[in-house]
């Protein structure tokens, strides 16, 4: 099993910043693929955030462009993601994804799971 542990959620003033980080480990994770951040606001799509591959190649929401950055460790299988200038549409439970290359439990093999966080509240107040 694998999981992802995030941190760094919280309430911050609009124009604050805050820094959340996501840890993808288990016994059978070998290392991690696409690794990216999330969000969601009650009601409404789920909608990419920003994220890396495996390669460095990086995406960003539109609106977060120039405000976030993603970063990842691909040793150590961590993606950051710095939100500076934290605007109150920012608000939203966001949550780590990251696609793992972990053992196959039954053969001498690979699977490519996607496994996501539990999600962490950023309120951000005007």
């Known amino acids: 099993q694998v999981q992802l542990v995030e941190s760094g959620g919280g309430l911050v003033q609009a124009g604050g910043s805050l820094k959340l980080s996501c840890a993808a480990s288990?016994?059978?994770?070998?290392?991690?693929?696409?690794m990216g951040w999330y969000r969601q606001i009650p009601g409404q799509q789920r909608e990419l955030v920003a994220q890396?591959?495996?390669?460095?190649?990086?995406t960003y929401l539109d609106s977060v462009k120039g405000r976030f950055t993603a970063s990842r460790d691909n040793a150590k299988n961590t993606i950051d993601l710095e939100m500076n200038d934290l605007k109150p549409d920012d608000t939203a439970i966001y949550y780590c994804?990251?696609?793992?290359?972990?053992?196959?439990?039954?053969?001498?093999?690979?699977?490519?799971?996607?496994?996501w966080g539990q999600g962490t509240q950023v309120t951000v107040s005007s």
């Open positions: 994804r990251a696609e793992v290359v972990q053992r196959h439990p039954d053969i001498l093999g690979f699977r490519t799971p996607v496994y």
């Open positions: 288990g016994s059978i994770l070998i290392r991690t693929n696409d």
């Open positions: 890396i591959t495996s390669g460095g190649a990086t």
